[in-house]
């Protein structure tokens, strides 16, 4: 499966973007979907993730992000508001190796190219 991230750029602390990950391939909806995000000189880290169970954010970006996914269109969003500079990161999507992907990198097995979020202050 290929996994292709857009929507990233440069925005004002305070404002609001929307990612969207397409992923190629059939059974899409069968697989969890997530979000990682890895800042300058910081290991890549969780965000969000989307399954069969629900929703999960990282305590960071609780209240602010919202994760959804379309199955029709094989696609899967991250809405980010209320931005922080601290948010400044490239944001990958990923494909969960099963229906219940988490917050541990490792339950997932496709990621896509990372697309850079910069938010100033």
């Known amino acids: 499966v290929q996994l292709q991230a857009s929507g990233g750029g440069l925005v004002q602390a305070g404002g609001s973007l929307k990612l969207s990950c397409v992923a190629s391939?059939?059974?899409?909806?069968?697989?969890?979907m997530g979000w990682f995000r890895q800042a300058p000189g910081k290991e890549r880290e969780f965000v969000a993730a989307?399954?069969?169970?629900?929703?999960i954010y990282a305590d960071s970006v609780q209240g602010r992000f919202i994760i959804s996914r379309d199955n029709a269109e094989n696609t899967v969003y991250l809405e980010m508001n209320s931005l922080k500079p601290e948010d400044t990161a490239v944001y990958y999507c990923a494909q969960g190796a099963t229906a219940y992907s988490n917050r541990d990198a490792r339950s997932y097995k496709s990621w896509g190219q990372g697309t850079q979020v910069t938010v100033s202050s």
């Open positions: 989307v399954n069969w169970s629900g929703k």
């Open positions: 391939g059939r059974a899409f909806r069968n697989y969890g």
